[in-house]
């Protein structure tokens, strides 16, 4: 098949001694990101992003991938030692991960919870191999209205499929649309929301908001709960790893079916926490020892890692081949490709083809070497969470501090970031997601875009966005998700009625 020409040039790419090194470095900071209280994914990628502006869009991308595997098995780490999930998605790990670790079986729930990402990270990537191709091609054909209902679909797919209050979802959208109309208007011309300062007639950087809402906020949230670390030890025991190697074999099923699970989220705005939770529910379902989880089974450490990390890699694959974040992590690679002058979509694998295939080809390599190397540095970085927050937090803080100045060297900047802080913080204590905003911020310009083109091609008539099949049945899919909860509260309400009418009876 071509896809395996393409992806054998890329891994000759990959595999130049520069970006091994950089998928090391990438790895490592990763890791630390991930165990470290305060950071994250997101806000870690957000945070390398300024070293990125001088680095070729090939080696960059390797950078900020590598270290979205890391982060993700960072987690892990506190998930398991400390009882401390690193990453929204790794609370569902903490059920029987740290268990384990109390029952003296650290390197045991440690070496499963690892491999069995490694293999969920590869199904995303085989998935990506194989599919984005396809996808691209297809993509090929749209015009104006198809891509806004694809825009469309993706914003209503948080409103529909979203574990967050619907009402809630919407205001963060609302909420990152209005950050994406900030500067002056491509088309006519105009300062929009601007208030007279000349700070913002290039609009809100993209940068500046995520470092804020991610990095900010979740400092000021690790303040106020006041995190204590105490955790088991690990020691990384050759024998005991190759004993769980040999046991992971028994459990192909529950590795398939969180693989599927986590490749749906994924792809879907489900995401990786949705994906783990969903995968570990299933695997107690179908266990035979659904009574020992929580107290320390090992499929209850399989199943969410599996499904999170391939819910993690898979949301990549829209954001590639339609320009559409599947995670908010994706939504900050997005950012980056932008701004090194990339433009996501499917000519990305016309325009770009070298470039795509070294990503993908790194995909593969860079978790595996991620695998090696959080096997040999555990008993490091579970030191490293014995340092008190208090000498933590302010390098967190001046790391955001200097990222958010380096943008554009204003001090402006600065206090927007701190305020976008607030933001996030607000964001997290009254329960609203973040995910939806900087998915409008980064397509909120690209929407308008294409509404307004298709406007001029149908001198105002909406019926353009159901003027041939395919853009009709988006259009109507986003409608549904948009109208879902809606529409399901009052399935509820006319059920519980006649329910009611039935027992009276």
């Known amino acids: 098949m071509q896809e395996f020409s393409y992806l054998l040039d890329g891994m000759l790419v990959v595999t130049t001694p520069y970006h091994l090194l950089l998928m090391v470095a990438g790895v490592l900071l990763g890791i630390l990101v991930g165990v470290l209280p305060g950071l994250g994914a997101p806000n870690g990628v957000t945070l390398l992003l300024p070293l990125t502006f001088t680095m070729p869009p090939t080696a960059a991308i390797i950078l900020l991938t590598c270290m979205y595997w890391g982060a993700l098995f960072g987690g892990s780490i506190t998930s398991i030692l400390f009882n401390i999930p690193g ?24 070496t499963a919870a690892f491999s ?24 090929m054909s749209f015009s104006s209205p198809e891509f806004f209902a694809v825009y469309l679909l993706a914003f209503c797919s948080f409103i529909g499929m979203s574990k967050n209050p619907p009402l809630k979802t919407v205001v963060a959208l609302m909420l990152g649309f209005a950050m994406a109309a900030v500067g002056m208007d491509t088309i006519s011309g105009n300062l929009r929301l601007t208030y007279g300062m000349p700070e913002l007639l290039k609009g809100i950087s993209f940068e500046i ?10 400092i000021l949230c690790t303040v106020e709960e006041g995190l204590v670390f105490r955790g088991e030890h690990a020691k990384i025991s050759v024998k005991a790893v190759l004993k769980t190697w040999a046991s992971l074999p028994k459990y192909w099923a529950t590795l398939l079916r969180s693989a599927a ?50 819910a993690g890699t898979s949301a990549l694959l829209p ?64 030191a490293i969470l014995r340092i008190p927050f208090s000498i933590i937090a302010p390098v967190i803080v001046m790391v955001c501090t200097i990222g958010a100045y380096s943008v554009h060297g204003s001090m402006f900047d600065v206090a927007l970031m701190f305020g976008f802080g607030a933001l ?36 105002g ?28 509260r009052a399935l509820k309400y006319v059920t519980s009625g006649f329910n009611g009418r039935t027992v009276k009876n």
């Open 116 to 139: 069995s990402a490694l293999l969920g990270a590869l199904t995303g990537v085989l998935l990506i191999t194989f599919l984005s191709s396809y996808i691209a091609k297809f993509a």
């Open 87 to 110: 990453e929204p998605s790794s609370v569902a790990t903490t059920f029987d991960g740290y268990p384990l670790a109390r029952q003296g079986r650290a390197t045991e729930a440690l």
């Open 261 to 310: 699970i986590g490749c749906w989220m994924g792809i879907t705005p489900g995401g990786p926490t949705a994906a783990s939770f969903m995968s570990y529910s299933a695997a107690k379902k179908f266990s035979r020892n659904k009574d020992n989880f929580g107290k320390g089974e090992l499929e209850g450490v399989i199943a969410p890692e599996t499904a999170d990390h391939a």
């Open 461 to 488: 008539e909406l019926s353009i966005f159901w003027s041939n099949p395919l853009v009709g049945t988006l259009t109507t899919c986003a409608i549904l998700l948009a109208t879902w909860p809606l529409l399901m």
């Open 424 to 459: 996030g913080y607000l964001f997290k204590k009254l329960g609203y997601p973040i995910a939806p905003l900087v998915l409008a911020a980064v397509l909120g310009d690209k929407t308008e875009g294409a509404f307004r083109q298709s406007m001029l091609f149908s001198n």
């Open 319 to 382: 954001m590639l081949t339609l320009g559409i974040p599947g995670s908010a992590t994706a939504a900050v690679m997005l950012g980056g490709l932008m701004i090194w002058g990339l433009q996501p979509g499917p000519m990305l694998f016309v325009e770009q083809k070298d470039f795509v295939w070294s990503l993908i080809a790194s995909m593969y390599l860079g978790n595996v070497v991620s695998l090696i190397v959080v096997l040999s540095t555990i008993p490091l970085f579970a």
């Open 209 to 218: 908001a995520v470092i804020g809402l991610f990095g900010i906020g979740e």
